[in-house]
Protein backbone atom coordinates (compact mmCIF):
# COMPACT_ATOMS: atom_id res chain seq x y z
CA UNK A 1 0.00 0.00 0.00
CA UNK A 2 2.65 2.38 0.76
CA UNK A 3 4.64 3.86 -2.41
CA UNK A 4 7.62 6.49 -2.69
CA UNK A 5 8.63 6.76 -6.29
CA UNK A 6 11.65 8.79 -7.33
CA UNK A 7 11.43 11.31 -10.19
CA UNK A 8 14.17 13.64 -11.99
CA UNK A 9 17.02 11.15 -12.27
CA UNK A 10 19.04 10.59 -15.44
CA UNK A 11 22.31 11.96 -17.29
CA UNK A 12 24.27 15.40 -16.47
CA UNK A 13 27.85 17.15 -17.22
CA UNK A 14 29.65 17.65 -14.17
CA UNK A 15 29.07 20.79 -12.53
CA UNK A 16 25.60 20.49 -13.47
CA UNK A 17 22.48 20.59 -11.24
CA UNK A 18 19.71 17.84 -11.05
CA UNK A 19 16.28 18.17 -8.80
CA UNK A 20 14.81 14.89 -7.36
CA UNK A 21 11.42 14.43 -6.49
CA UNK A 22 9.59 11.27 -3.70
CA UNK A 23 5.69 11.86 -4.07
CA UNK A 24 4.62 8.91 -1.52
CA UNK A 25 1.61 7.50 -1.23
CA UNK A 26 -0.18 5.21 1.16
CA UNK A 27 1.37 7.14 4.14
CA UNK A 28 1.22 10.68 5.72
CA UNK A 29 5.18 11.87 5.33
CA UNK A 30 4.64 14.78 8.19
CA UNK A 31 4.51 12.44 10.99
CA UNK A 32 8.21 10.91 9.56
CA UNK A 33 11.46 12.17 8.86
CA UNK A 34 13.06 11.51 5.60
CA UNK A 35 16.35 10.90 4.13
CA UNK A 36 18.00 10.39 0.53
CA UNK A 37 20.02 7.56 0.13
CA UNK A 38 22.92 6.50 -2.75
CA UNK A 39 24.65 3.11 -3.76
CA UNK A 40 27.37 3.73 -6.56
CA UNK A 41 28.87 0.35 -7.87
CA UNK A 42 30.84 -1.69 -5.75
CA UNK A 43 30.17 0.52 -2.49
CA UNK A 44 27.48 0.35 0.30
CA UNK A 45 24.41 2.37 0.58
CA UNK A 46 25.43 5.88 2.53
CA UNK A 47 22.76 8.24 3.55
CA UNK A 48 23.13 11.64 1.78
CA UNK A 49 20.71 13.44 3.40
CA UNK A 50 17.98 13.60 5.79
CA UNK A 51 15.38 16.25 7.03
CA UNK A 52 13.10 15.74 10.54
CA UNK A 53 9.17 16.01 10.38
CA UNK A 54 9.26 19.74 10.30
CA UNK A 55 11.92 20.90 7.95
CA UNK A 56 14.25 21.49 10.49
CA UNK A 57 17.84 19.98 11.58
CA UNK A 58 18.68 18.73 8.46
CA UNK A 59 21.51 16.12 7.94
CA UNK A 60 24.16 16.10 5.02
CA UNK A 61 27.13 14.00 4.40
CA UNK A 62 30.31 15.54 4.19
CA UNK A 63 30.73 14.46 0.58
CA UNK A 64 27.69 16.94 -0.25
CA UNK A 65 27.61 19.68 2.21
CA UNK A 66 27.29 22.92 0.65
CA UNK A 67 26.36 21.29 -2.71
CA UNK A 68 23.07 19.51 -2.08
CA UNK A 69 20.00 20.80 -0.43
CA UNK A 70 16.49 18.55 1.21
CA UNK A 71 12.99 20.05 1.38
CA UNK A 72 9.41 18.97 2.18
CA UNK A 73 6.33 20.10 1.24
CA UNK A 74 3.91 18.39 3.67
CA UNK A 75 1.02 19.68 2.36
CA UNK A 76 2.24 17.77 -0.85
CA UNK A 77 3.80 14.64 0.84
CA UNK A 78 6.50 15.21 -0.84
CA UNK A 79 10.22 15.61 -0.27
CA UNK A 80 13.11 17.12 -2.84
CA UNK A 81 16.69 17.00 -3.30
CA UNK A 82 18.43 19.74 -4.96
CA UNK A 83 21.68 18.54 -6.30
CA UNK A 84 24.47 21.39 -7.64
CA UNK A 85 28.07 21.56 -8.50
CA UNK A 86 27.50 17.64 -9.79
CA UNK A 87 30.68 15.44 -9.74
CA UNK A 88 31.32 11.92 -11.42
CA UNK A 89 31.45 10.62 -7.92
CA UNK A 90 28.22 11.25 -7.12
CA UNK A 91 26.79 8.88 -9.76
CA UNK A 92 24.58 5.87 -7.98
CA UNK A 93 21.02 4.70 -7.70
CA UNK A 94 19.44 7.36 -5.22
CA UNK A 95 16.50 6.59 -3.17
CA UNK A 96 14.06 8.31 -0.72
CA UNK A 97 13.15 6.35 2.65
CA UNK A 98 10.83 7.02 5.50
CA UNK A 99 11.43 6.73 8.71
CA UNK A 100 11.40 7.28 12.66
CA UNK A 101 12.62 10.60 14.31
CA UNK A 102 16.07 9.93 14.94
CA UNK A 103 16.37 6.84 12.35
CA UNK A 104 18.23 9.02 9.24
CA UNK A 105 20.72 8.08 7.92
CA UNK A 106 20.98 4.50 9.30
CA UNK A 107 19.33 2.58 6.20
CA UNK A 108 18.48 -0.15 8.93
CA UNK A 109 16.09 2.24 10.69
CA UNK A 110 14.25 3.60 7.82
CA UNK A 111 10.72 1.27 7.23
CA UNK A 112 9.83 2.36 3.76
CA UNK A 113 11.55 2.61 0.47
CA UNK A 114 11.07 4.15 -2.85
CA UNK A 115 12.47 2.12 -6.18
CA UNK A 116 15.52 4.62 -7.16
CA UNK A 117 15.95 6.66 -9.67
CA UNK A 118 19.96 6.33 -11.41
CA UNK A 119 21.74 9.85 -11.42
CA UNK A 120 24.99 9.64 -13.97
CA UNK A 121 27.29 12.13 -13.93
CA UNK A 122 29.86 12.29 -17.30
CA UNK A 123 30.97 14.35 -19.64
Known amino acids: QVQLVESGGGLVQPGGSLRLSCTAS????????IGWFRQAPGKEREGVSC????????YYADSVKGRFTISRDNAKNTVSLQMNSLKPEDTALYYC????????????????WGKGTLITVSS
Open 26 to 33: GVTLKYYE
Open 51 to 58: INNVGSTP
Open 97 to 112: AVGPLGGCPNSYRMNY
